[in-house]
């Protein structure tokens, strides 16, 4: 078999503009001052506690994750999402067409690992039309680490019976997280250059696709 592990945001679809919004309804209501877009979307990648610290910095005091003002924020922010989250949201160009190919070989296992939550992950692909590819999907909240651990990739190996003498995996992001998450996995990692990093950082990737139909030339 071959276990196919993509992240979501920054990869298959760009999800930014919806975040972005969010944040700014959730300040909104909060009575809190806008802030521009541009400094918000440098935080829709890294995860949603450092969305909450950043994008809220002026709200949740001394950065307290354990705070009320960390908890309101993050349950305005996940209702506030989750009944807007695929205004803007698309798939990027070719993704759809590398799913269906996967998914034409029943053997193979296609799967999300994000950092976003699993409730908000599950509706997107839902309204995106492609839950249908995928076998699994792995949120920030499903277990009790999230990338760059490779702990989700291990708990749905497990699940499916990854045979890591037999079988194959691939481990396909635009961050640096994922490609080190793949890594301690035991993944050949695909870093994609479509997406919202300019670069790996300092994880080197085993191979880079510059557009999604160069993924099906390396799997």
């Not at 959730?26 to 506690?49: A, E, H, I, Q, Y």
């Not at 949120?139 to 291990?154: A, V, Y």
């Not at 699940?159 to 992001?173: R, V």
Request: charged share 25%.
């Amino acid at each position: 078999m071959q276990f196919f592990f993509f992240d979501l945001d920054g990869t298959l679809e760009d999800s930014s503009e919806d975040m972005i919004n969010s944040v700014h309804g959730v300040r909104n209501f909060l009575n809190l001052p806008k802030k521009l877009s541009s400094d918000v979307r440098l935080f829709v990648n890294k995860g949603m506690t450092e969305l909450y610290l950043n994008c809220f910095d002026d709200y949740i005091e001394n950065r307290d994750i354990n705070s009320s003002q960390f908890n309101q924020v993050k349950e305005l922010y996940e209702k506030y999402y989750f009944e807007n989250i695929c205004i803007n949201t698309r798939l990027y160009d070719g993704i759809t067409d590398v799913l269906k190919y996967l998914s034409l070989n029943k053997e193979n296992k296609i799967f999300i690992i994000t950092n976003k939550p699993e409730k908000h992950s599950r509706e997107l692909i839902r309204k995106l039309g492609v839950d249908k590819f995928f076998t699994d999907l792995m949120g920030g909240d499903s277990c009790s680490e999230m990338k760059p651990s490779s702990l989700p990739l291990k708990v749905i190996a497990e699940k499916y019976h990854f045979n890591f003498k037999s079988d194959k995996a691939f481990m396909i992001g635009d961050s640096e997280g994922d490609i080190k998450c793949g890594k301690n996995f035991g993944a050949t990692t695909i870093w994609c250059g479509w997406g919202y990093n300019q670069t790996s950082g300092k994880e080197i990737p085993h191979l880079t696709a510059q557009q999604p139909k160069d993924l099906l030339s390396f799997i």
